[in-house]
């Protein structure tokens, strides 16, 4: 049957609406592109936020944790005074890192790390505290760096120290301690020598250059120069001064 002249000059209303359900699929597509991207980006600048507190949150509690430790020993140190030992008795000798055992072998009331001596266990510093080296326990003259001024007598005092410190951390724990930008320390502050009983002749030791005082506690870049981000780092502690 041939269409009549009307018939072939109506619209095609099944391609019309074939044509709009395309237009509609078209902007709900685009629409979705847009609301993953917008997402996406703001996605972005949370997650780049709380890592940067987790971060801080992460660097206090270590400070804490440090702080803490070193405290504990401090403590611990004159509770084996008062058992009756000398500062040259007193010894760190523990099952984890080798080289303190002490000469000649003493009472286990003098030991740090023994239920009958300071009473600690031996603590691995904080994962991301420092580059995993272990706690150092050496001697240490606190003085500027003329020597005029010393922290006890021109004697050596017993010093923790925790090598390698991780730089947001160690300004953390010198605003919780001597409230100090980090300094740079020239001499031989680094002590690589175990206290094993003997107090060697001091010499010049953890310094500011010639300013005075010097703290009991902080952080300090292991350098003669200018300290820049890739100076090591020292934490230290003095444990007992003498």
């Excluded at 239920?115 to 995993?132: F, I, R, V, Y």
């Excluded at 206290?195 to 001091?202: C, L, S």
Aim: hydrophobic share 40%.
């Amino acid at each position: 049957m041939k269409k009549t002249k009307a018939a072939l000059m109506r619209p095609n209303n099944h391609l019309s609406r074939n044509g709009e359900r395309g237009n509609v699929f078209l902007f709900i597509l685009l629409g979705v592109i847009l609301f993953a991207a917008l997402a996406f980006a703001i996605s972005r600048g949370f997650r780049s936020d709380t890592t940067t507190a987790i971060s801080q949150r992460k660097a206090e509690l270590m400070a804490v944790d440090v702080l803490g430790y070193a405290q504990r020993l401090e403590r611990a140190v004159d509770r084996v005074r008062r058992n009756g030992c000398s500062e040259s008795d007193i010894s760190f000798e523990n099952a984890t890192v080798a080289g303190y055992e002490h000469t000649p072998v003493v009472d286990d009331k003098c030991k740090i790390f023994n239920p009958a001596g300071g009473g600690l266990s031996w603590q691995t510093p904080p994962s991301g505290a420092n580059n995993e080296n272990p706690w150092f326990f050496g001697d240490n003259r606190i003085a500027n760096f003329a020597s005029t001024e010393n922290m006890g007598t021109v004697k050596s005092e017993l010093v923790l120290l925790l090598p390698n410190v991780n730089n947001t951390l160690c300004n953390l724990l010198n605003t919780k301690t001597n409230k100090l930008a980090v300094w740079e320390s020239g001499g031989g502050h680094n002590s690589t020598v175990k206290f094993t009983g003997a107090f060697p002749a001091a010499t010049n030791g953890i310094n500011r250059g010639n300013n005075w005082p010097v703290p009991s506690a902080g952080c300090f870049c292991d350098t003669t120069g200018a300290c820049t981000d890739n100076s090591p780092r020292y934490f230290y502690y003095v444990l007992l001064v003498r």
